[in-house]
Nanobody, 123 residues
Framework: VQLQASGGGLVKRGDSLSLSCVVSGLTFRSYAVGWFRQVPGKEREFVSAISWNGGSTYFGDSVKGRFRISRDDAKNTVFLRMNDLQPEDTAVYFC?????????????????WGQGTQVTVSS
């Protein structure tokens, strides 16, 4: 199983950025997929998740109203659209897959994790 995150980069305050997570090696439509982020020295933070059928989405309090999540089952890909980025959004962003959506959302437990992509927001 592989989860390949991409799309990170250096942007300015107020800019937008889109991350992608391409999933392979599992039945994509059976899994919820989510995004987490982590800053060195801090705990991993839940960012967003989308259910296996795309019918339910969840967002962490710090990103609600600014981030959107979507999935394209034909491409085995989940997208995270990040708008109005702020310096506090700077982190390594990871994507993950889980059969149990609410376990992912509530306690961050996932079946598979991908490598991270760095997002840096300058002020």
């Amino acid at each position: 199983v592989q989860l390949q995150a991409s799309g990170g980069g250096l942007v300015k305050r107020g800019d937008s950025l889109s991350l992608s997570c391409v999933v392979s090696g599992l039945t994509f439509r059976s899994y919820a997929v989510g995004w987490f982020r982590q800053v060195p020295g801090k705990e991993r933070e839940f960012v967003s998740a989308i259910s296996w059928n795309g019918g339910s989405t969840y967002f962490g309090d710090s990103v609600k109203g600014r981030f959107r999540i979507s999935r394209d089952d034909a491409k085995n890909t989940v997208f995270l659209r990040m708008n109005d980025l702020q310096p506090e959004d700077t982190a390594v962003y990871f994507c993950a897959a889980a059969r149990a959506l609410m376990r992912m959302v509530r306690v961050g437990e996932c079946d598979y994790w991908g490598q991270g992509t760095q997002v840096t927001v300058s002020s």
